[in-house]
C-alpha cells in the first residue's frame, strides 16, 4: 500500500508543480516554448507507438500533425465548430488518413516504408500549398480562431494567453500520455510489442499483423492530427510547413535522443531538446550562428552510435549504478 | 497545331532525359551502397550538396570550361573521402548490430548534421554554377537546348560508363558485385569485406559528388538543397530495384522524362511529387522495382 | 597440418560447437559426419574465420589462426566450398571463377589452373558467359568446387557437396572430388551426408554429435562399425 | 479417436525446387507422429504448410474436418493449431511471462479494436497487475519448469530454457495439436531428458503432437509412429522399430553406392 501511496503522492506533487510554473515563470515567450514542447511531446509520444512499439518508420508523422491543423482550423473558421471539439475532429480526419496510409504500409517495411511514408507527407504537403481555394496556398490561413472560454458557473476561463494554453496543453498530453499507457500496458501493447520482436512468432499465436498495423496507423495518427488541432488554435496560423520532413525529422531525433520504445524517453526526449534548443538560441547572439539543428543531427547519430537505449536507457543504467554501489 | 505539340513534347523529353542521366547518377551510389551494405543512406542527396559546393569555389577559382571539369574532379574527390570517413565513422560501427531503422536514423542524423553544417558555412543564399559556354544554344532539329545542359548529359553519361567499366572489369568492381550477391561466399573467396565497404561508399559517395555538379549546374544550388537529390534518389532507386545498378540508370531516365512531360502536361505544381505517385505505384505493384528480380528466399 | 584443439563456438546464447578437437594431416581426406544441426558447417565456417571461437585453438602449419579475418585465412590456403552451391548468381562463369582467384597475383599460374579447372568441367568451360543464377544444380555445385579450385588450396573443404543432387549427378561430383584429391594430391575435409561413400573414400573420419565429437576412426573402420549406423541416425 | 490432421497428397515448389513432394499423412487423435530424414528432405517445409506460414503448390490440408490448405498462419492458430521453430522465435524483449500473455488472448473472438475497447473499459490496471491472468500464465510456466525465469526478458535467458518458453507460448493458445520443429536442438544430454519429459506430459493431457527431430534418442523414445521424408517423399510409415530397420531408410541416411552390398 506504501508504494501505491508514494505513487499517488508522486502524481500529487508533479501535478501541483505543472499548476505552479505559470505562476513561477512569467515570461510570455518562455511560455509560448513550452506550450509547444507540448504539442511535440503528443507528436513524439505518438509516433513512437509506432516506430518504438511496432518497429514501423513512419517518416511522415508531420502529415498528420497538418491534416488535424488544416482541419480544425478550416472547420473553425468555414463552419463556425467549436475549436474543441475541432481537436477531436482533427484528430478523426487524421486517422482516416492514417488507415489509408495503413494499407500500402502493411506490405513494405524498412526504406521501402520510409520513402512511401516520406512520399504521403510530401504530395499532401504539395496538395496544401496548391488548393488555394480551401487552404490559401502557401500563405496559410492565418486568424484561426481562439479556443473558445469555457463557463463553469460564474467562473469564466478564457483562452487568451499562453499560460492560459498551457493548461490546455499540459491536460492533452497527460490525456494523451493515459491514453498511450493503458494501450501499452494491455493485451493490445503486448500484442504490438510481440510482432515487433518476431512476426512469424506472432503469426504463430494468432495474431494477424495487418489488423493490428492498421489500428496502429490509424491510433498514431490520431493523436498527432489532435497536436496539430492544438497548434492550430494555438499559433492561429496554419500553413504548409507543418507538414514538411524536417518536422518529422525533429519528432523522431527527440523519441530517439529520449529512448525508442519507451514512454518516458518522447516526454523526455520532446521537453529536453526543446529547452537544449532554446538554450543553444540564446547562445546565438554570442555565437552569431544558429547551431541548434546541428547540435540535432549531432545528437542523433551519437545517440545511435552510443547510446541505443536513449536519455531513458542512460538514466536507467545510472540509477541502477547507484543503487548497486551503495 | 500538331506539329507544335510534336516538338514541345520531344523538347520536353530531351528536357528529361537531361535531368534524369543526373538522377540515374545520384540513384546508382544509393543503389550501390544499398545493395552491398544494406544501408538506406538518407544523406545521399547531400553528398551532391558538398558536391555541387566544391564546385561553386573552385569555379570561382579558375572559371571556364576548365574550370567546370576541373570542379567536377574536385568534386569526385572531396565527396569520396567524405564517403569512406562517413562509412568509417558512422556507418561501419553499426554494421554488426544494425537493423533498418538504425541504419536510416543514423543516416537521417548525418542528412540533419550536413544540412546546417552547410547552412552555417555557406550561408542561406542560393549560388550558381556560371555557364562556361556562355549560354551558347544546341539545336538539335526537333528541340533544343544549352550547349551546358548537353554538356551534362555526356558527362552523366561518361561517368556512368566508367562505373561500369569498373564494375565489370576490375578485381575490385567484381568483389563489389559478388559481395552484394552473396556476402558469405564473397568472404570464402578472400575478399576483405570492410574493403569492399570502404569503396563501395567511397565510389557510391563520389558518384553523388559528380552528380551534385551536374545538378547545382542544371538547379540552383543552396544548403538544403539535399532532401530533393535524396528523395529524387529513392525514387529511381525503387523503380529499378534496391541494389540494382541497371534498373538505377533507366530508373532515373524514366523519372526524368516523366517529370518533365507530367509538369508540363498534367500539373506544373506537382511536379516534385511524380516521383512520388510513381514509386507508390509501383511499390504497390511490384514491391521489387521494375526491374527487380524477385528478393531471393 | 590444421589442428583444432577444445574449440567452442556459440550464436549468442546457443552453444554450437562444445570443445570440439580434430586434426587435418597433410595429404588425407579427412571426412566429419553428423546429422542436421550437429555443428558441422559451424566448424568450416570457424576455421574459415566467418564464425568467431569463444574458447580454444586452430592451428594451421605451427601458426595460430583462430579469430583471423576470412581473407587472411584464404591467403593461407584454407579454402572453403560452402554448403547450397553458393556462387553469384548474376555474375557469369567467368566471373565466378575470377573471384575464386580473388588472393592470387600469379596470373601465370591463374591461368594455368584456370585450364586445368575446365579439363577438369569441360561443362564450365562450354557455359563460360552464362549467368550463374541460370545454371543447374550440379552445373551450380561444380561452379563452386573449381572456384575453389583457383583459389590455390592447400586444404579444400567442401560442405554437403551433393546436398540436394540428383542420384547420377551425385555421382559425377563423387568422381570429382576423388580425381581432385588423388591426381591433384589436395587436402580435403570433407562434409557429407552420404556416409557409405564418405566413409569408403576417407582415411580418416569424425563423428559429430550436438557439437561434439564422439567418434574418431579410420574410413574403412568406421564404416565397418556396427555402432555408425546407430551413431549416425543419432543415438 | 480418428484423424484429427490428414494431408492429402500434398506438394510445395521453390522454383525449380520441390521440397515437399505428394506426402500424404494422417494424424491420430492424442498421438505422437514424428517426421524424420535427413539434412534437406523437407520437414520445416512441411509443418510450414500446415501451419500455414506459405501456401501448399498442390493438395490438401483438413484439420477436425475442416479444410485449412489456403488458411493463413494466424488463422491456423485460432483454428488450435499451435508451433515452435527451429530456431527458437520468442518476443525478445518481452518478459517471459509476458510471452506467455500474448499468447492467452482469445483471438477467435478479438480483433485488434476489441482489445483498444478493452483496455480502457475493461480492464482495470495493467495487463501485468491482471491476477487471473497472470495465474493462468504462471501455471504454464511452472508446467515448463521455468518459472524462475518468469520476470527476466526472454531475450536475456538461457537458450535451452527459451526453447521451453516457447512450449509454454505455444501451450498457451490452448491447441489441439502443437507442432514441434526440432524441440531438442542444441540441447545437452541433461537438458534432452527434461524436453522428453515435457513432451510427453503435454501429450498425456490429451494435446496431439507432430514432432520433427533429429536426436534419435528423442524420437524413438516417444514417438507413437514415425514418418520418414526423404527429397520431399515419404518413404516410410510406421511402428518406430520398424521403420528403424527399414532398409530404404537406413539407404536414405547412410546414403546409397554403386557397389555396397545389401
Same mark, same amino acid.
Given at each position: 500500500?506504501? #508504494?501505491?501511496?508514494?505513487?499517488?503522492?508522486?502524481?500529487?506533487?508533479?501535478?501541483?508543480?505543472?499548476?505552479?510554473?505559470?505562476?513561477?515563470?512569467?515570461?510570455?515567450?518562455?511560455?509560448?516554448?513550452?506550450?509547444?514542447?507540448?504539442?511535440?511531446?503528443?507528436?513524439?509520444?505518438?509516433?513512437?507507438?509506432?516506430?518504438?512499439?511496432?518497429?514501423?518508420?513512419?517518416?511522415?508523422?508531420?502529415?498528420?500533425?497538418?491534416?488535424?491543423?488544416?482541419?480544425?482550423?478550416?472547420?473553425?473558421?468555414?463552419?463556425?465548430?467549436?475549436?474543441?471539439?475541432?481537436?477531436?475532429?482533427?484528430?478523426?480526419?487524421?486517422?482516416?488518413?492514417? %488507415?489509408?496510409?495503413?494499407?500500402?504500409?502493411?506490405?513494405?517495411?524498412?526504406?521501402?516504408?520510409?520513402?512511401?511514408?516520406?512520399?504521403?507527407?510530401?504530395?499532401?504537403?504539395?496538395?496544401?500549398?496548391? @488548393?488555394?481555394?480551401?487552404?490559401?496556398?502557401?500563405?496559410?490561413?492565418?486568424?484561426?480562431?481562439?479556443?473558445?472560454?469555457?463557463?463553469?458557473?460564474?467562473?469564466?476561463?478564457?483562452?487568451?494567453?499562453?499560460?492560459?494554453?498551457?493548461?490546455?496543453?499540459?491536460?492533452?498530453?497527460?490525456?494523451?500520455?493515459?491514453?498511450?499507457?493503458?494501450?501499452?500496458?494491455?493485451?493490445?501493447?503486448?500484442?504490438?510489442?510481440?510482432?515487433?520482436? =518476431?512476426?512469424?512468432?506472432? $503469426?504463430?499465436?494468432?495474431?494477424?499483423?495487418?489488423?493490428?498495423?492498421?489500428?496502429?496507423?490509424?491510433?498514431?495518427?490520431?493523436?498527432?492530427?489532435?497536436?496539430?488541432?492544438?497548434?492550430?488554435?494555438?499559433?492561429?496560423?496554419?500553413?504548409?510547413?507543418?507538414?514538411?520532413?524536417?518536422?518529422?525529422? =525533429?519528432?523522431?531525433?527527440?523519441?530517439?535522443?529520449?529512448?525508442?520504445?519507451?514512454?518516458?524517453?518522447?516526454?523526455?526526449?520532446?521537453?529536453?531538446?526543446?529547452? +537544449?534548443?532554446?538554450?543553444?538560441?540564446?547562445?546565438?547572439?554570442?555565437?552569431?550562428?544558429?547551431?541548434?539543428?546541428?547540435?540535432?543531427?549531432?545528437? &542523433?547519430?551519437?545517440?545511435?552510435?552510443?547510446?541505443?537505449?536513449?536519455?531513458?536507457?542512460?538514466?536507467?543504467?545510472? @540509477?541502477?549504478?547507484?543503487?548497486?554501489?551503495? | 497545331?500538331?506539329?507544335?505539340? =510534336?516538338?514541345?513534347?520531344?523538347?520536353?523529353?530531351?528536357?528529361?532525359?537531361?535531368?534524369?542521366?543526373?538522377?540515374?547518377?545520384?540513384?546508382?551510389?544509393?543503389?550501390?551502397?544499398?545493395?552491398?551494405?544494406?544501408?538506406?543512406?538518407?544523406?545521399?542527396?547531400?553528398?551532391?550538396?558538398?558536391?555541387?559546393?566544391?564546385?561553386?569555389?573552385?569555379?570561382? @577559382?579558375?572559371?571556364?570550361?576548365?574550370?567546370?571539369?576541373?570542379?567536377?574532379?574536385?568534386?569526385?574527390?572531396?565527396?569520396?573521402?567524405?564517403?569512406?570517413?562517413?562509412?568509417?565513422?558512422?556507418?561501419?560501427?553499426?554494421? *554488426?548490430? @544494425?537493423?533498418?531503422?538504425?541504419?536510416?536514423?543514423?543516416?537521417?542524423? &548525418?542528412?540533419?548534421?550536413?544540412?546546417?553544417?552547410?547552412?552555417?558555412?555557406?550561408?542561406?543564399?542560393?549560388?550558381?554554377?556560371?555557364?562556361?559556354?556562355?549560354?551558347?544554344?544546341?539545336?538539335?532539329?526537333?528541340?533544343?537546348?544549352?550547349?551546358?545542359? %548537353?554538356?551534362?548529359?555526356?558527362?552523366?553519361?561518361?561517368?556512368?560508363?566508367?562505373?561500369?567499366?569498373?564494375?565489370?572489369?576490375?578485381?575490385?568492381?567484381?568483389?563489389?558485385?559478388?559481395?552484394?550477391?552473396?556476402?558469405?561466399?564473397?568472404?570464402?573467396?578472400?575478399?576483405?569485406?570492410?574493403?569492399?565497404?570502404?569503396?563501395?561508399?567511397?565510389?557510391?559517395?563520389?558518384?553523388?559528388?559528380?552528380?551534385?555538379?551536374?545538378?547545382?549546374?542544371?538547379?540552383?544550388?543552396?544548403?538544403?538543397?539535399?532532401?530533393?537529390?535524396?528523395?529524387?534518389?529513392?525514387?529511381?532507386?525503387?523503380?529499378?530495384?534496391?541494389?540494382?545498378?541497371?534498373?538505377?540508370?533507366?530508373?532515373?531516365?524514366?523519372?526524368?522524362?516523366?517529370?518533365?512531360?507530367?509538369?508540363?502536361?498534367?500539373?506544373?505544381?506537382?511536379?516534385?511529387?511524380?516521383?512520388?505517385?510513381?514509386?507508390?505505384?509501383?511499390? /504497390?505493384?511490384?514491391?521489387?522495382?521494375?526491374?527487380?528480380?524477385?528478393?531471393?528466399? | 597440418?590444421?589442428?583444432?584443439?577444445?574449440?567452442?563456438?556459440?550464436?549468442?546464447?546457443?552453444?554450437?560447437?562444445? !570443445?570440439?578437437?580434430?586434426?587435418?594431416?597433410?595429404?588425407?581426406?579427412?571426412?566429419?559426419?553428423?546429422?542436421?544441426?550437429?555443428?558441422?558447417?559451424?566448424?568450416?565456417?570457424?576455421?574459415?574465420?566467418?564464425?568467431?571461437?569463444?574458447?580454444?585453438?586452430?592451428?594451421?602449419?605451427?601458426?595460430?589462426?583462430?579469430?583471423?579475418?576470412?581473407?587472411?585465412?584464404?591467403?593461407?590456403?584454407?579454402? $572453403?566450398?560452402?554448403?547450397?552451391?553458393?556462387?553469384?548468381?548474376?555474375?557469369?562463369?567467368?566471373?565466378?571463377?575470377?573471384?575464386?582467384?580473388?588472393?592470387?597475383? =600469379?596470373?601465370?599460374?591463374?591461368?594455368?589452373?584456370?585450364?586445368?579447372?575446365?579439363?577438369?568441367?569441360?561443362?564450365?568451360?562450354?557455359?563460360?558467359?552464362?549467368?550463374?543464377?541460370? &545454371?543447374?544444380?550440379?552445373?551450380?555445385?561444380?561452379?563452386?568446387?573449381?572456384?575453389?579450385?583457383?583459389?590455390?588450396?592447400?586444404?579444400?573443404?567442401?560442405?554437403?557437396?551433393? +546436398?540436394?543432387?540428383?542420384?547420377?549427378?551425385?555421382?559425377?561430383?563423387?568422381?570429382?572430388?576423388?580425381?581432385?584429391?588423388?591426381?591433384?594430391?589436395?587436402?580435403?575435409?570433407?562434409?557429407?551426408?552420404?556416409?557409405?561413400?564418405?566413409?569408403?573414400?576417407?582415411?580418416?573420419?569424425?563423428?559429430?554429435?550436438?557439437?561434439?565429437?564422439?567418434?574418431? !576412426?579410420?574410413?574403412?573402420?568406421?564404416?565397418?562399425?556396427?555402432?555408425?549406423?546407430?551413431?549416425?541416425?543419432?543415438? | 479417436?480418428?484423424?484429427?490432421?490428414?494431408?492429402?497428397?500434398?506438394?510445395?515448389?521453390?522454383?525449380? &525446387?520441390? #521440397?515437399?513432394?505428394?506426402?500424404?499423412?494422417?494424424?491420430?487423435?492424442?498421438?505422437?507422429?514424428?517426421?524424420?530424414?535427413?539434412?534437406?528432405?523437407?520437414?520445416?517445409?512441411?509443418?510450414?504448410?500446415?501451419?500455414?506460414?506459405?501456401?501448399?503448390?498442390?493438395?490438401?490440408?483438413?484439420?477436425?474436418?475442416?479444410?485449412? *490448405?489456403?488458411?493463413?498462419?494466424?488463422?491456423?492458430?485460432?483454428?488450435?493449431?499451435?508451433?515452435?521453430?527451429?530456431?527458437?522465435?520468442?518476443?525478445?524483449?518481452?518478459?517471459?511471462?509476458?510471452?506467455?500473455?500474448?499468447?492467452?488472448?482469445?483471438?477467435?473472438?478479438?480483433?485488434?479494436?476489441?482489445?483498444?475497447?478493452?483496455?480502457?473499459?475493461?480492464?482495470?490496471?495493467?495487463?501485468?497487475?491482471?491476477?487471473?491472468?497472470?495465474?493462468?500464465?504462471?501455471?504454464?510456466?511452472?508446467?515448463?519448469?521455468?518459472?524462475?525465469?518468469?520476470?527476466?526478458?526472454?531475450?536475456?535467458?538461457?537458450?535451452?530454457?527459451?526453447?521451453?518458453?516457447?512450449?509454454?507460448?505455444?501451450?498457451?493458445?490452448?491447441?489441439? +495439436? /502443437?507442432?514441434?520443429?526440432?524441440?531438442?536442438?542444441?540441447?545437452?544430454?541433461?537438458?534432452?531428458?527434461?524436453?522428453?519429459?515435457?513432451?510427453?506430459?503435454?501429450?498425456?493431457?490429451?494435446?496431439?503432437?507432430?514432432?520433427?527431430?533429429?536426436?534419435?534418442?528423442?524420437?524413438?523414445?516417444?514417438?507413437?509412429?514415425?514418418?520418414?521424408?526423404?527429397?520431399?517423399?515419404?518413404?516410410?510409415?510406421?511402428?518406430?522399430?520398424?521403420?528403424?530397420?527399414?532398409? /530404404?531408410?537406413?539407404?536414405?541416411?547412410?546414403?546409397?553406392?554403386?557397389?555396397?552390398?545389401?
Amino acid at each position: 500500500m506504501s #508504494a501505491r501511496l508514494r505513487k499517488m503522492l508522486l502524481w500529487a506533487v508533479t501535478l501541483a508543480a505543472l499548476f505552479m510554473v505559470p505562476y513561477v515563470v512569467e515570461d510570455r515567450y518562455f511560455m509560448h516554448i513550452v506550450v509547444m514542447a507540448g504539442i511535440f511531446t503528443i507528436l513524439t509520444l505518438s509516433w513512437n507507438l509506432l516506430a518504438g512499439y511496432t518497429g514501423q518508420l513512419n517518416l511522415g508523422h508531420a502529415a498528420f500533425y497538418g491534416i488535424g491543423a488544416y482541419t480544425s482550423a478550416i472547420l473553425a473558421m468555414q463552419t463556425g465548430l467549436s475549436p474543441w471539439l475541432g481537436l477531436f475532429a482533427g484528430g478523426l480526419v487524421a486517422a482516416v488518413f492514417g %488507415l489509408m496510409l495503413g494499407f500500402p504500409a502493411l506490405r513494405l517495411s524498412g526504406p521501402y516504408l520510409a520513402i512511401t511514408t516520406i512520399g504521403f507527407a510530401e504530395i499532401l504537403r504539395l496538395v496544401a500549398m496548391n @488548393w488555394v481555394e480551401l487552404t490559401r496556398g502557401s500563405l496559410g490561413l492565418s486568424g484561426v480562431p481562439l479556443l473558445t472560454p469555457i463557463k463553469i458557473g460564474d467562473f469564466t476561463m478564457q483562452f487568451y494567453f499562453e499560460r492560459d494554453y498551457y493548461y490546455v496543453v499540459v491536460a492533452a498530453v497527460l490525456f494523451t500520455l493515459f491514453c498511450i499507457r493503458r494501450l501499452i500496458g494491455s493485451e493490445f501493447g503486448v500484442t504490438l510489442q510481440a510482432m515487433r520482436d =518476431d512476426e512469424a512468432g506472432a $503469426q504463430s499465436i494468432g495474431i494477424n499483423p495487418s489488423s493490428y498495423k492498421l489500428a496502429v496507423f490509424t491510433i498514431s495518427a490520431f493523436f498527432a492530427g489532435f497536436a496539430g488541432g492544438l497548434f492550430a488554435h494555438f499559433a492561429r496560423l496554419v500553413s504548409p510547413e507543418l507538414l514538411a520532413l524536417h518536422n518529422t525529422f =525533429d519528432i523522431l531525433t527527440m523519441a530517439m535522443i529520449g529512448g525508442l520504445g519507451t514512454i518516458a524517453g518522447p516526454i523526455l526526449g520532446a521537453v529536453s531538446l526543446t529547452i +537544449l534548443s532554446e538554450a543553444l538560441r540564446s547562445m546565438e547572439e554570442v555565437l552569431k550562428i544558429d547551431i541548434r539543428l546541428i547540435v540535432y543531427g549531432l545528437l &542523433l547519430i551519437l545517440t545511435i552510435l552510443f547510446m541505443r537505449e536513449g536519455l531513458v536507457g542512460v538514466i536507467k543504467n545510472t @540509477w541502477a549504478r547507484v543503487k548497486g554501489g551503495r | 497545331m500538331v506539329p507544335v505539340m =510534336d516538338s514541345l513534347f520531344l523538347q520536353q523529353v530531351l528536357n528529361g532525359l537531361i535531368t534524369g542521366s543526373v538522377y540515374s547518377l545520384i540513384a546508382i551510389g544509393l543503389t550501390m551502397i544499398f545493395g552491398v551494405m544494406k544501408i538506406s543512406n538518407f544523406a545521399q542527396g547531400d553528398y551532391s550538396m558538398v558536391g555541387a559546393y566544391t564546385a561553386v569555389f573552385v569555379m570561382a @577559382w579558375v572559371g571556364g570550361w576548365l574550370g567546370w571539369i576541373g570542379s567536377v574532379v574536385a568534386a569526385a574527390a572531396v565527396v569520396g573521402l567524405l564517403g569512406v570517413v562517413t562509412e568509417r565513422l558512422v556507418f561501419r560501427p553499426l554494421m *554488426t548490430r @544494425w537493423t533498418d531503422i538504425d541504419m536510416i536514423m543514423v543516416s537521417i542524423g &548525418l542528412f540533419i548534421l550536413l544540412d546546417n553544417l552547410a547552412q552555417l558555412f555557406f550561408g542561406a543564399t542560393p549560388r550558381m554554377i556560371g555557364d562556361p559556354f556562355g549560354g551558347v544554344t544546341v539545336n538539335l532539329g526537333v528541340a533544343s537546348t544549352s550547349l551546358l545542359r %548537353l554538356f551534362c548529359f555526356f558527362f552523366a553519361g561518361i561517368t556512368i560508363f566508367c562505373l561500369e567499366l569498373f564494375l565489370n572489369r576490375s578485381r575490385m568492381g567484381v568483389a563489389i558485385r559478388a559481395t552484394s550477391q552473396n556476402r558469405f561466399a564473397a568472404q570464402l573467396m578472400g575478399i576483405d569485406i570492410n574493403q569492399v565497404y570502404r569503396i563501395t561508399f567511397g565510389v557510391g559517395a563520389l558518384l553523388a559528388g559528380v552528380g551534385g555538379v551536374l545538378y547545382g549546374t542544371l538547379f540552383a544550388i543552396y544548403p538544403t538543397m539535399g532532401a530533393l537529390p535524396t528523395l529524387k534518389a529513392f525514387a529511381v532507386t525503387i523503380l529499378g530495384g534496391m541494389g540494382n545498378v541497371r534498373g538505377a540508370i533507366w530508373g532515373g531516365l524514366i523519372l526524368g522524362v516523366a517529370e518533365a512531360l507530367g509538369g508540363n502536361y498534367i500539373a506544373m505544381e506537382y511536379k516534385q511529387a511524380i516521383g512520388f505517385f510513381i514509386i507508390i505505384l509501383v511499390l /504497390l505493384v511490384k514491391p521489387s522495382g521494375l526491374f527487380g528480380r524477385k528478393e531471393g528466399a | 597440418m590444421l589442428n583444432i584443439e577444445n574449440l567452442k563456438v556459440a550464436y549468442g546464447k546457443a552453444v554450437a560447437l562444445h !570443445d570440439v578437437s580434430m586434426r587435418v594431416d597433410r595429404g588425407e581426406l579427412v571426412t566429419l559426419l553428423g546429422s542436421n544441426g550437429a555443428g558441422k558447417s559451424t566448424l568450416l565456417k570457424t576455421i574459415s574465420g566467418v564464425n568467431r571461437a569463444l574458447e580454444g585453438r586452430i592451428t594451421w602449419e605451427g601458426r595460430e589462426i583462430q579469430n583471423q579475418p576470412s581473407h587472411t585465412i584464404v591467403n593461407h590456403g584454407i579454402i $572453403q566450398v560452402p554448403e547450397g552451391r553458393a556462387v553469384f548468381p548474376d555474375l557469369s562463369v567467368a566471373e565466378n571463377l575470377r573471384m575464386g582467384a580473388f588472393t592470387r597475383r =600469379d596470373d601465370d599460374g591463374v591461368a594455368k589452373d584456370l585450364n586445368e579447372v575446365f579439363e577438369l568441367f569441360p561443362r564450365l568451360k562450354e557455359r563460360r558467359t552464362q549467368l550463374a543464377g541460370t &545454371l543447374s544444380g550440379g552445373e551450380a555445385q561444380m561452379l563452386a568446387i573449381a572456384r575453389g579450385l583457383l583459389s590455390a588450396p592447400k586444404l579444400l573443404m567442401l560442405d554437403e557437396p551433393s +546436398l540436394g543432387l540428383a542420384p547420377v549427378v551425385r555421382e559425377a561430383i563423387y568422381h570429382v572430388i576423388q580425381q581432385i584429391y588423388q591426381e591433384k594430391g589436395i587436402t580435403i575435409l570433407l562434409v557429407e551426408q552420404n556416409a557409405r561413400w564418405a566413409l569408403k573414400v576417407a582415411t580418416r573420419a569424425y563423428i559429430l554429435e550436438n557439437g561434439r565429437v564422439t567418434m574418431e !576412426d579410420t574410413g574403412a573402420a568406421l564404416a565397418a562399425n556396427p555402432d555408425v549406423q546407430r551413431a549416425y541416425l543419432g543415438h | 479417436m480418428g484423424a484429427i490432421l490428414t494431408t492429402d497428397r500434398l506438394t510445395k515448389n521453390f522454383g525449380g &525446387l520441390t #521440397a515437399v513432394n505428394d506426402v500424404s499423412f494422417s494424424l491420430e487423435q492424442g498421438e505422437i507422429l514424428g517426421l524424420i530424414g535427413p539434412n534437406g528432405a523437407g520437414k520445416t517445409t512441411l509443418i510450414n504448410l500446415i501451419s500455414g506460414a506459405f501456401p501448399p503448390s498442390k493438395g490438401t490440408i483438413t484439420f477436425e474436418g475442416r479444410n485449412i *490448405t489456403r488458411d493463413k498462419a494466424h488463422t491456423v492458430n485460432t483454428l488450435g493449431i499451435a508451433r515452435t521453430f527451429q530456431v527458437v522465435r520468442i518476443f525478445s524483449r518481452l518478459t517471459a511471462l509476458e510471452n506467455v500473455l500474448a499468447a492467452m488472448v482469445d483471438r477467435r473472438r478479438k480483433g485488434p479494436w476489441s482489445l483498444v475497447w478493452d483496455s480502457f473499459f475493461r480492464r482495470a490496471c495493467a495487463l501485468t497487475e491482471d491476477k487471473e491472468s497472470c495465474a493462468t500464465a504462471d501455471s504454464l510456466l511452472d508446467f515448463v519448469g521455468i518459472s524462475k525465469y518468469r520476470d527476466e526478458q526472454a531475450g536475456n535467458m538461457p537458450y535451452a530454457l527459451t526453447k521451453r518458453l516457447e512450449i509454454a507460448r505455444a501451450l498457451a493458445t490452448q491447441p489441439k +495439436l /502443437l507442432l514441434l520443429d526440432e524441440p531438442s536442438s542444441g540441447l545437452n544430454p541433461a537438458e534432452l531428458t527434461g524436453q522428453i519429459d515435457l513432451i510427453q506430459k503435454i501429450n498425456a493431457q490429451g494435446t496431439s503432437i507432430l514432432i520433427i527431430e533429429h536426436v534419435m534418442k528423442v524420437i524413438m523414445g516417444i514417438s507413437h509412429r514415425l514418418i520418414v521424408l526423404h527429397y520431399g517423399e515419404k518413404i516410410a510409415e510406421g511402428e518406430p522399430e520398424k521403420v528403424y530397420n527399414d532398409p /530404404l531408410v537406413v539407404e536414405a541416411y547412410l546414403g546409397g553406392d554403386s557397389d555396397a552390398q545389401h
